[in-house]
């Protein structure tokens, strides 16, 4: 990802869409393969104010990814 040159970090909201695209895009690319369902926390109903995506897998094991911010990047901040 490239540096913001307004300064702004990338919403843990904003990564949790691309993660969660990136993820879906493997379902349409590959139907077989074995993650067979994307929802975020909110569509699941984890009751949780965390950002974060549930991911099934084809045996029908979940696993919850939550997505917390750590650090800024060396430039500073995420782009968009």
């Known amino acids: 990802m490239r540096a913001n040159e307004r300064g702004v970090k990338l919403p843990e909201k904003k990564f949790q869409d691309l993660l969660q695209a990136i993820l879906r895009d493997d379902l349409a690319a590959e139907p077989s393969y074995y993650i067979t369902r994307v929802q975020t926390f909110e569509e699941a109903g984890v009751p949780t104010e965390d950002a974060g995506l549930v991911v099934t897998m084809s045996d029908g ?7 917390a911010w750590s650090r800024e990047s060396e430039a500073g901040a995420w782009g968009p």
Do not use: G, K, L, R
């Open 61 to 67: 094991s979940e696993y919850q990814v939550t997505i």
